[in-house]
């Protein structure tokens, strides 16, 4: 019942890292289903639209502000308990009462969060888990801002349930993962059964051991989000690193190439010649052998020729190696590799045929 285009189960859900859950439909649905579906609604409601201020929110109800601080309060505990969390429908459909919104889209793609949905959104978005210069740790949990601009209003908590405003640096990278998986169960949400965050809670403070530990459970979900984090950079960095690289291959080659053209060709007539040795080196070898088998000379005359045969093969092989050495240290002082040149040749070949 989620968006994903692969066969799974009837009365189940398939989360974000593949995992299938068992459902239990609800004995009957309140009103026909709806898709919280992304549309234009330039409302002013959760940021200020030009000069003018951000409209005051929608008043909530005293039960549902009640919700939403037992949603901050026990944030950290909750997503310690991330696996257990992620192995139950019912705790993974508990609905969580923060209403985030974007500007120009209202609440669109932002209704009805689950427990589930912000722990999936936090292990896909490494930016919500803050920790400060004092190493304070925090998650990012409400979301207001522009997707356009960037500017944004959001909210973080703290391990003691402390709430602050807080403008993330990346607003786009934080609100689109929150809406994909948001509406990845759109239709779930209003099917199957889900249990109150107090009943969660119950649930697993019941199930909690001597031997489970807080801090570490909690270190370990910040340091994987470093890990993510960092990869992110990394990849980030090697494909700006390669387009760059790429750039200039491509002009140092074109400026050079004539002196390329002329060392590689030379390398090239060099290696033919001495491969066609080689090769003839090979074809005296198998005459050998066969005369040996036929019985026409002894083992010791066939060591005796074999050897000196096998030494001049290695012999030419490493000239090619020296040779194909020459011509990369030749250019190594500009970052250019032996397959780069070799690359380069064979394009401009292929272009003049």
């Not at 912000?118 to 304070?136: M, P, T």
């Not at 470093?226 to 090697?238: A, F, H």
């Not at 194909?324 to 070799?342: A, D, Q, R, V």
């Amino acid at each position: 019942m989620t968006h994903s285009n692969t066969e799974q189960p009837q009365n189940s859900i398939t989360l974000m890292n593949g995992a299938v859950l068992e459902c239990f439909p609800k004995e009957s649905h309140q009103g026909d289903f709806v898709p919280d579906k992304m549309k234009l609604d330039a409302t002013g409601t959760y940021l200020s639209i030009g000069n003018k201020p951000c409209k005051p929110q929608p008043r909530t109800t005293e039960e549902f502000e009640q919700q939403k601080k037992l949603f901050t309060d026990n944030a950290f505990y909750l997503l310690a308990h991330q696996e257990r969390i992620m192995r139950d429908s019912r705790m993974f459909l508990a609905p969580v009462a923060v209403q985030n919104g974007l500007a120009y889209t209202g609440t669109s793609g932002f209704l009805a969060p689950t427990l589930g949905i912000y722990l999936e959104w936090w292990d896909a978005c490494s930016e919500a888990l803050r920790v400060d210069k004092e190493g304070r740790r925090s998650l990012v949990y409400h979301l207001a801002g522009s997707p356009l601009s960037g500017t944004n209003h959001c909210a973080e908590v703290y391990e003691d349930g402390r709430t602050e405003s807080v403008q993330v640096s990346s607003f786009i990278s934080h609100w689109q993962p929150f809406v994909n998986i948001n509406t990845r169960y759109d239709e779930a949400k209003h099917m199957y059964e889900a249990y109150t965050l107090e009943q969660v809670l119950a649930i697993l403070h019941a199930e909690d051991g001597e031997g489970w530990n807080y801090s570490s459970e909690i270190k370990e979900c910040f340091m994987q989000s470093e890990i993510n984090d960092l990869k992110k950079k990394v990849e980030r960095l090697t494909k700006e690193s390669d387009k760059w690289y790429s750039m200039y291959v491509d002009a140092w080659t074109k400026y050079n190439d004539a002196t390329i053209s002329e060392a590689f060709s030379e390398f090239q007539a060099f290696r033919e010649k001495t491969e066609t040795e080689i090769d003839s080196i090979k074809m005296r070898k198998r005459a050998l052998k066969a005369e040996l088998k036929k019985g026409n000379i002894n083992n010791i005359v066939y060591q005796r020729t074999l050897t000196p045969m096998n030494k001049q093969i290695r012999d030419l092989e490493f000239n090619i190696s020296t040779k194909k050495y020459e011509l990369i240290n030749k250019y190594l002082s500009e970052g250019i590799s032996y397959s780069t040149i070799e690359s380069y040749i064979n394009k401009k070949n292929n272009i003049k045929k």
